[in-house]
């Protein structure tokens, strides 16, 4: 790289560091200033200008203050106190978010339950919570009505709508609930380590966990990203996304509101309807997370590509090989992608914008960054000790698992999730020298020698065949590309009597699609041992509220034709893929089919 090119990227990344460091170094646990004092700030500093618009109706800071505050006085007249919780189970609106701002106020906390759920896992997520009430609307009431038997206590159930039963019409109840801010005695003696949301875990391989977000580690991220992204009050950022997740909910917002800007929030994601919304709204910034960029992409073009005055889009999970059509067909100036996760302590951005990287330590600010990658074991899901006991770093271009350092301070304490052998499970200790704790990403990286990271897959989803290490990431970005393939997800099934695991892939395909077409490519394009085994079309992909791939049904099914209804392939040494027969699972099961 040319000197000049090299120093302006070092310049950029610094300059975006800076930003993100300056707005996040006051925060400190023992402080007794909480997110609800930040907001207050904000409000003071930008009362009349628009915060939120949702549907056509838009609502100043002040007026949003004024809705957090009518929560905030109903929380009390129910005798709701500090470190108890309320469960809000709602879809994107414009009140979502003053609810648990409101609620905070008086140290109440909120639980963030995915507004998708139903049945067991709604069960579940509404049972950790610890809550006593509910706070549902008109399309939520349904799911909850259909479990409430079925919790392990009563759930007071309010709802913003019509009610019926023993429901409770929260409208109504918020009539008589004042607009004026609370006393702050009402939160005394708190301090940014009390706890102000539960926010759920993906639920990728299973039941979704809670994760504790403190008052701090919700500053860092409302404030972090404040500064991260350089947003100012002129800003308008379009959230398309779950405000029950994080980065919607936290880092998007926070971003805005930080800043005296705005916030247009939609209900749900719509790639059709995306660019129109974002240019009819004079949206300067959205946020994105997971496969939104591939939907974008895949869209016919539009009238309203290019016609938007977005300059900035920040997000995490945005693939390299989307990245620069992203940029290039919707003529976006730059994108910030980052890494962390709800519960944990390691976050990092890619200031500079080095395409398919999710973020960077260079080796000068190696101190400032409490991240590093281990060697790991993809067999026996471990990282990998030397003699002395110790874990061994990876070097550049070596696979390893990420791990961030646990401290006392903001940015590398780990609070944890609501269950704590759930919390202990992500600890390694005795990492590099005795007594030290680290926190597990559960996140397989490798780093090249600028201090890029790069991801590569999530522990478990990589796996062994024919004695190499498969990324199902990798493999389905790849897959993605072959003729007839709308989209892919691939992982790893048990075969009696193989070692390791043997790859499958779940394809979305075109009408056309062409089984030994695809088998060509998979052979010109994939190494031997990471060409996927077996091949099972699907009408669809399953996916998690924040579009996150899910496996664990896919994986529990396996390649078993009494179980998998739709039409299934496997890789016959001889003829290519064909069709997967009862008779062929039999001998396979049996040994009788070398694969």
Known sequence: MRLKARLEREWKFLKGLNRTLTRVKSIAPDSPNLLCDDLEAAVAKH?????????????????????????????????LRRGQTVALFMPNRLEYFPIWYGLSKVGVVTALINNNLAGAPLVHCLNISGAS?????SETSPMFEGVRTQTEKHFQQWVLGPAHGDQRDLVQALKSCSQLAPDRSAREDMTGRDTALFIYTSGTTGLPKAARITHVRAQL????????????????????LPLYHATGGLCGLGAALMNGGSVVIRKKFSASHFWQEVTEEACTMFVYIGELGR????????????????????????RGDVWADLKTRFAIPDVLEFYGSTEGNVSMFNFDGQVGAIGRAPKYLRKRFNIRLVQFDVEAEAPIRSPSGFCIEAG????????????????????????????????????????????????LMRIDADGYFYFVDRIGD???WKGENVSTGEVAQQLSAAPGVIEANVYGVSVPGA??????????????????????????????????VFIRLLPALETTGTFKLRKIDLVNDGFDPAKVKTPLFYKDPAKGYVKLTKAAYARIVEGGVKL
Request: a negative charge; aromatic letters at 12%.
């Open 295 to 318: 939907y974008l992409v895949n869209q016919e073009p539009g009238e309203f590509d290019t016609a938007h005055k977005i300059r900035l889009a920040f997000g995490n999970g945005l």
């Open 499 to 532: 070692d390791g695991r043997a790859g499958m892939a779940g394809i979305v395909a075109e009408p056309d699609f062409d089984i030994a077409a695809f088998g060509a490519f998979v052979a010109a394009e994939l190494p031997t041992f990471a060409q996927p």
């Open 221 to 240: 991220y409302m404030r972090g990203f404040a500064g991260a992204t350089g947003a100012t009050e002129t800003d308008r950022i379009y959230v398309a």
């Open 462 to 464: 990589t796996f062994r």
């Open 133 to 137: 009430h509910v706070i549902v609307d």
């Open 47 to 79: 009362r009349d200008r628009p915060a939120i618009t949702f549907e056509g109706r838009t609502v100043t800071y002040g007026e949003m203050d004024a809705i957090a505050n009518r929560y905030a006085h109903w929380a009390k007249s129910l005798n």
């Open 396 to 443: 550049p271009g070596q696979i390893g698992e990420c791990i961030g350092q646990i401290g006392l301070d903001a940015r590398s304490e780990f609070t944890g999730y609501v269950d704590k052998a759930a919390s202990d499970k992500k600890i390694l200790r005795d990492v590099f020298e005795k007594g030290d704790a680290w926190f597990r990403t559960g996140d």
